[in-house]
């Protein structure tokens, strides 16, 4: 079977693009070929499918896509516009659909969250009327950010985000979006979490990557390295971190963040850089001298998220919210220690799993720092919570979950 995965983008560190390339992996190794259609693509794929027009930043996309939630434009210009540009997206989708002889196509996201009005509408368009078999893979609904609270055009999404299509097979990626989306729209969905590779092995421990990178951030080999592995964002939290690393009253101690702002703006850097001038703390912020982890070296930037990780003496993850947490897993794999927030998704379906982390309640406490403390000062302690830690993430958030998933919905599809 050929199958197809369409979304706006397959490009750089967000969440989407990590979990697509883990179910292209699974599916090529299940047999399935792939073929990729997308606004944004890491590196060359000659299989692949760039349409610029799907990408979040296109002009024109971008500015009706913002019309819709702005009660100052005029609603029907509005659905007239995201008419007309999704129907030439549609051409263009039923052209790669007929190239590629694609038979079943897994959307990421793009029925989700609405950044991308006119894409979620054509690929709803155009499952209607091919009757394509699809699943729509759904990391975080549109009821979850405020900024898309009063949309003006309420009718697309309700056509889109996402359709309720009898060839349609919805993922939430959480429990809580699951049963929201049923309350919500009345359509059932399968929860299939973010999900790792556990059963490769660890990469060796290079002592040159942890000293090279300690080199750059200013530091010595024993110096204290706190790493944020998230983009730059309010609600990763990351003045929780900054608060913490103040309080552990370490002056050698410093704070790598490897993520990008601007997704939201960059006045959240500034504060967060404002913050760390205040309590005399070491913020490095270096997403230019990162990248994800390829088959390959980085392509690029000068070291991958894995150096990051296995340089780090401790990850800090206090997001305020998640759709699930793709870093909390590569932290687990890793087996550095790891700080999280109690967000709503953690306390409901990664908690319970019985891990052992340093948990937080949105706040640093005296608690907190002597916990962090008494972790940093116990190779013996670090191991053993490393080795049960990886067991249970292997056993509920591994790729065999998600392979049995795929499997048994590709099948059901295609009865």
């Known amino acids: 079977m050929r199958i197809g995965i369409a979304a706006a983008r397959l490009s750089g560190v967000d969440g989407v693009s990590f979990e697509a390339a883990k179910w292209e992996h699974v599916l090529t190794e299940l047999g399935y070929e792939v073929r990729l259609c997308t606004g944004q693509l890491d590196g060359f794929r000659a299989t692949a499918r760039v349409i610029p027009a799907m990408q979040f930043v296109d002009a024109e996309m971008t500015a009706a896509s913002t ?25 263009e989708l039923r052209s790669w659909v ?28 155009l499952v209607a ?26 009718e697309l999404l309700e056509e ?9 097979r919805h993922a939430s990626i959480n429990t809580l979006a699951g049963a929201e989306l049923r309350r919500r729209r009345g359509i059932m969905s399968d929860v299939v979490p973010n999900v790792y590779d556990f059963d490769q092995p660890l990469p060796p421990a290079v002592a040159g990557v942890r000293l090279a990178l300690r080199r750059e951030l200013s530091m010595g080999p024993d110096d204290l390295l706190v790493v944020q592995p998230t983009r730059v964002v309010p609600r990763k939290g990351i003045e929780l971190t900054i608060e913490l690393v103040g309080r552990l009253r370490d002056p050698r101690a410093v704070i790598l963040v ?4 601007g997704d939201e703006g960059h006045a959240y850097l500034a504060d967060l850089k404002h913050q760390a001038r205040s309590a005399g703390v070491a913020l490095r912020y270096r997403p230019e001298r990162f990248a994800p982890d390829h088959d390959g070296p980085p392509v690029g930037p000068a070291h991958s998220l894995a150096d990051a990780y296995q340089a780090a003496d401790l990850i800090a993850y206090p997001s305020l919210y998640e759709g699930f947490g793709n870093a909390l897993l590569e932290s687990v794999f890793f087996g550095r220690p790891l700080l999280v927030n109690r967000y709503a998704v953690y306390v409901a379906d990664i908690a319970p799993k019985g891990f052992r982390f340093i948990e937080v309640d ?49 099948d059901g599809l295609s009865a």
């Open 362 to 410: 949105h706040a640093i406490t005296d608690q907190t720092v002597d916990e962090v403390r008494a972790v940093l000062a116990d190779p013996a302690r670090q191991a053993a919570v490393a080795d049960h830690n990886r067991a249970i993430g292997r056993r509920h958030f591994g790729y065999d979950v998600l392979r049995a998933y795929l499997r048994a919905t590709i």
């Open 258 to 261: 490897t993520g990008p702002s």
């Open 67 to 91: 019309a819709a939630f702005d009660p100052r434009h005029d609603p029907d210009a509005v659905r007239r516009e995201i008419r007309r540009l999704a129907d030439a997206l549609l051409g």
């Open 160 to 168: 889109a985000f996402p359709p309720n299509l009898p060839s349609i």
């Open 129 to 154: 009327e091919t009757g394509l078999p699809a699943i729509g893979h759904h990391h975080d609904y549109w009821w979850e950010r405020s900024r898309f609270a009063g949309c003006i055009v309420p």
């Open 98 to 125: 007929a190239e590629e002889s694609i038979e079943l196509v897994v959307v990421e996201n793009a029925w989700a969250i609405p950044m991308q009005l006119p894409l979620g509408v054509a690929l709803a368009q």
